[in-house]
């Protein structure tokens, strides 16, 4: 019985195995005639397509031929009809969609400007007295923490570590008074925030620990700060010429004399050595420029400040922005010593009749999340798109934001503290694409209640943040910012070539077809109305960013003489120091300063970033003819004209066989016209009166002539009206 069973089951699996087997025959032969179908319809609908395509090009024919129908016409409007409706219910379609989505995102919009205008109204808080105030019976400590659960002070007073807790008060404030004389004492804060405790510094005070590993109670009356110099207010922006110097470089070649290099003392000292040859404060004093921009003094993160020659950094990494940095005080660890050096370097320029303008960071921190305020109030003070990313057009990973009322009140103060504290003339700000026109305006503002001809400027580039482009710092809306100025980018490149590109020439170093644009920023920028003010315009062909002047011209000048690129290194300086607007040098452009051929050295050695004395006495022509024609600006009125009107009005252009610049400036009596020509070959050209050679790098001319003789390579300077 079980092998009759055992033949059954195997004749049941072969009948099901047939089966299969004709249901799969079947399944292709199906497939096989509608796949035959199919083509079938296919051939059919290409032997209609191509009779269609046929009786188009009949009719094409009959149209060009002027035989076209009614039946033709009427086919035509047909067509259009059934694609404007077609055409129609798409647009409707893609409407109802776009709509249908900004409503959706519309209403979160308002969601989150309900939650921001609610955050705002409860927790703006307007008094000035955040951080700690002084006195000796009491100190009161406050801070602005509003999503903080708890903030507690922690501070060392006679060897014993004391930690308090903070009340909390209205408008997010935690605050706490101690009835006792606190000053020096060593403090910080421990927040809890989010779930987290966080230990921070205080972002408010001018007094830090090294390296901000502690605040510092410091009594001010007990800061030793000289008497404020009163200088003669400017009466324009453009009466100034500015100088980039950093603290360090100035004075970290050895052997110059100064006995305290790379310090705050250090800039300004003066001794019978540095006299002698001419190094460090000395040698600036003998320039003549009206300001020096100081690279970043405030503490920055990159730098040990116990042991400041380990690392180098130019400073652009910010961690707190009212304290100094401590690498530059000749004692870190002393909070008012820090203090009382840089008000003194202040003074000394003051005193040499040199103003001080400062280069602050305000567009991103050095470590968001070891940033005080960061810590206090998370994501507040950095910029965020909707899906909570963080902007980075700065490019160093965070970007802060200005806009909230908080973050906007806070840079406000700490410019109006630094001007108070140290008597400075001047802002310019990094990135400040970064920040928004109402913030810059503000700033201007208020600075300029401090001080009526404060200067305030920076780098209008375009950045690719979250700001949106209608509100950034940026060039694209300089008409919106009338007292702040920006950089030209446009005068560099055009003067001294592209930036990027080390290959490419500018019309200093060449490239004379440039001749167009040559003129337009000769004049600022304002015959062509890229700016509305001639004090909104710095000139520039070199600045602590990218190849020196002098490297770039190595690249595209390749093959020329030293002594011919020093021609054009003095021609480039002329430009920026002749031109309408605002000029600018950066440190060792007078004497073709070089980092090796090294565009980005901002934490490379002192070898690549020092001041070489030694080498800019090699190249003493280029100083001496350099501090020529900053003397000549400072004399002349008619380059330093303050309006788009007086521009219009006194400046004129001509040339010679478009290979020469002819620029010609006037205000009132003071008429001078300079020659740049930037060829190998010489020109001359025939005043229409005698005039005065005041500059002639060619030594070609007698002083008084009406005769111009422009040698290759030269730049020549005549004034009218002074001859016998």
């Known amino acids: 019985e079980s092998k009759t069973e055992d033949r059954h089951s195997e004749r049941d699996k072969q009948r099901e ?246 310090k705050f003392v250090g800039f300004t000292e003066e001794n019978e050595i540095t006299k002698a040859h001419n190094t460090g404060f000395s040698y600036l004093k003998s320039l003549g420029v009206t300001h020096v921009q100081l690279m970043p003094v405030f503490d920055f993160g990159s730098v040990d400040e116990v042991y400041p020659n380990i690392f180098y950094n130019w400073g652009y990494d910010p961690v707190q922005y009212r304290c100094l940095e401590g690498a530059y005080s000749l004692d870190p660890k002393n909070a008012k010593l820090r203090i009382e050096e840089f008000a003194n370097l202040v003074h000394d320029c003051h005193k040499a009749g040199i103003r001080v303008n400062l280069d602050l960071v305000f567009n991103h921190v050095y470590v968001k999340e070891n940033f005080a305020l960061e810590n206090m109030v998370p994501d507040y003070y950095f910029l965020m798109n909707r899906e909570g990313e963080f902007s980075n057009g700065s490019f160093c990973g965070n970007d802060i934001d200005t806009q909230p009322y908080m973050a906007r009140k806070y840079f406000l103060e700490t410019c109006k503290k630094i001007i108070e504290l140290f008597d400075v003339d001047g802002f310019r700000f990094d990135l400040m694409g970064i920040l928004d026109y109402n913030l810059m305006n503000e700033i201007s503002e208020e600075c300029k209640k401090l001080k009526p001809d404060f200067m305030i400027y920076g780098e209008g580039w375009n950045m690719p943040s979250f700001v949106a482009e209608e509100i950034r710092a940026s060039q694209l809306n300089q008409a919106k910012m009338p007292h702040v100025g920006h950089f030209s980018d446009r005068f560099r490149e055009v003067v001294r070539g592209s930036n990027d590109e080390l290959s490419r020439k500018g019309f200093a170093s060449g490239q004379a077809d440039l001749f167009y644009q040559v003129k337009c920023v000769m004049a600022a920028s304002c015959m062509d109305h890229v700016f509305d003010s001639p004090a909104k315009v710095i000139n520039y062909v070199e600045c602590h960013d990218n190849h020196t002047l002098w490297d770039k011209n190595r690249v595209c000048c390749h093959g020329e003489s030293r002594d011919l690129r020093e021609k054009r290194q003095i021609m480039a300086n002329a430009m920026v120091l002749l031109a309408q607007g605002v000029p600018f040098i950066h440190c060792g452009q007078e004497f073709g300063r070089t980092k090796q051929g090294l565009g980005n050295t901002y934490n490379r050695s002192d070898n690549y970033n020092r001041v070489d004395y030694q080498r800019r006495d090699h190249h003493i022509e280029i100083v001496e003819r350099t501090k020529e024609l900053i003397q000549l600006r400072k004399e002349h009125p008619c380059f330093r004209l303050s309006t788009v009107e007086d521009i219009e009005k006194g400046v004129q252009f001509d040339s010679i066989y478009d290979q020469v610049l002819v620029y010609s400036c006037q205000k009132g009596d003071d008429h001078c016209v300079a020659f740049f020509n930037p060829t190998n070959i010489p020109y001359d050209y025939h005043l229409d009166q005698e005039a005065r050679v005041l500059f002639d790098d060619g030594n070609s001319n007698a002083l008084e002539t009406q005769d111009i003789h422009i040698a290759s390579f030269s730049v020549v300077v005549c004034q009218f009206g002074l001859t016998a």
């Open 17 to 262: 195995r047939e089966r299969q087997r004709q249901r799969q025959t079947e399944r292709k032969r199906e497939t096989d005639r509608k796949r035959q179908r199919r083509t079938e319809r296919d051939r059919e609908t290409e032997r209609k397509r191509e009779r269609q395509r046929e009786r188009e090009r009949e009719r094409e024919r009959n149209r060009k031929a002027g035989r076209e129908t009614e039946r033709d016409r009427q086919i035509d409007r047909q067509r259009k009809r059934v694609r404007q409706k077609i055409g129609t219910e798409r647009e409707t379609e893609r409407h109802r969609k776009r709509k249908k989505e900004r409503g959706r995102q519309t209403e979160k919009d308002r969601d989150r400007q309900r939650e921001t205008e609610r955050f705002a109204k409860e927790f703006t808080y307007e008094k000035d007295d955040l951080g700690v105030t002084y006195t000796p019976e009491k100190t009161t400590f406050k801070v602005w923490a509003p999503t903080a659960l708890s903030v507690n002070v922690g501070y060392v007073l006679n060897g014993k570590k004391i930690v308090e807790s903070m009340v909390r008060q209205d408008k997010g404030v935690f605050s706490l008074t101690i009835n006792k004389d606190l000053n020096g004492v060593h403090y910080s804060y421990l927040v809890r925030v989010n779930g987290e405790y966080k230990g921070v510094t205080d972002p408010y005070t001018c007094f830090s620990g090294p390296n901000g590993q502690y605040s510092v109670i410091v009594d001010p009356k007990s800061l030793k700060l000289p008497k404020k110099v009163n200088l003669k207010p400017m009466d324009s922006e453009c009466d100034a010429i500015i100088y980039e110097a950093s603290i360090r470089d100035m004075t970290s070649q050895t052997g110059i004399g100064v006995s305290h290099p790379k």
